[in-house]
T-cell receptor
Framework: EAQVTQNPRYLITVTGKKLTVTCSQNMNHEYMSWYRQDPGLGLRQIYYSMNVEVTDKGDVPEGYKVSRKEKRNFPLILESPSPNQTSLYFC??????????????FGPGTRLTVL | QQQVKQSPQSLIVQKGGISIINCAYENTAFDYFPWYQQFPGKGPALLIAIRPDVSEKKEGRFTISFNKSAKQFSLHIMDSQPGDSATYFCAANRGATNKLIFGTGTLLAVQP
């Protein structure tokens, strides 16, 4: 089954304790992206990757890191989480044809609480 | 110029009625306008999308109306059903990038 998987689905942590949220897709997509979803703000892009070893900042990158060592994986790293990073996080992937307008497939989400 | 404004924030419709959600954008470089549907506990999923060379696209009970001159587009759900109850996001994308700019979402409740 074609899908985007994220782990963990739920995470409660404390301020300053480094954490990683994994994302993996099995559709051979070049493009991967991380979003955070907050009430009243919709989905905002954190980081994206056009292909292996190519990453760039989205609209709200502060406090986050990413890496893209393999095409299928795109982990999100919070080196020193703070309470304002409490949110619902989504990973997404799509083909990157350069034309635009490609359907993005979203993972099931990771609900993070930072105390 | 990067914003997509969506309204209303929430919407209650009776079963069988028409649900209408509106979005507006500023950036004329946007050339792809998808709508995503999100059920509780799930990730968003593409519902329907339109490009600005057409004024309307219909897929089953879902229709996008697009007004290029007004820089507005809307989602119409005909014969709304309780199973349509979800959060709907409009989005816009600029050609040659995959970057989606999302609206703030509309929580739709269809009452039986």
């Amino acid at each position: 089954e074609a899908q985007v998987t994220q782990n963990p689905r739920y995470l409660i942590t404390v301020t300053g304790k480094k954490l990683t949220v994994t994302c993996s897709q099995n559709m051979n997509h070049e493009y991967m992206s991380w979003y955070r979803q907050d009430p009243g703000l919709g989905l905002r892009q954190i980081y994206y990757s056009m292909n292996v070893e190519v990453t760039d900042k989205g609209d709200v990158p502060e406090g986050y890191k990413v890496s893209r060592k393999e095409k299928r994986n795109f982990p999100l790293i919070l080196e020193s989480p703070s309470p304002n990073q409490t949110s619902l996080y989504f990973c997404a992937s799509s083909f990157a044809s350069g034309i635009g307008g490609n359907e993005q497939f979203f993972g099931p989400g990771t609900r993070l609480t930072v105390l | 110029q990067q914003q997509v404004k969506q309204s209303p924030q929430s919407l209650i419709v009776q079963k069988g009625g028409i649900s209408i959600i509106n979005c507006a954008y500023e950036n004329t470089a946007f050339d792809y306008f998808p709508w995503y549907q999100q059920f509780p506990g799930k990730g968003p999923a593409l519902l329907i999308a339109i490009r600005p060379d057409v004024s309307e696209k219909k897929e089953g009970r879902f229709t996008i109306s697009f007004n290029k001159s007004a820089k507005q587009f809307s989602l119409h759900i005909m014969d709304s059903q309780p199973g349509d109850s979800a959060t709907y996001f409009c989005a816009a994308n600029r050609g040659a990038t995959n970057k989606l700019i999302f609206g703030t979402g509309t929580l739709l409740a269809v009452q039986p």
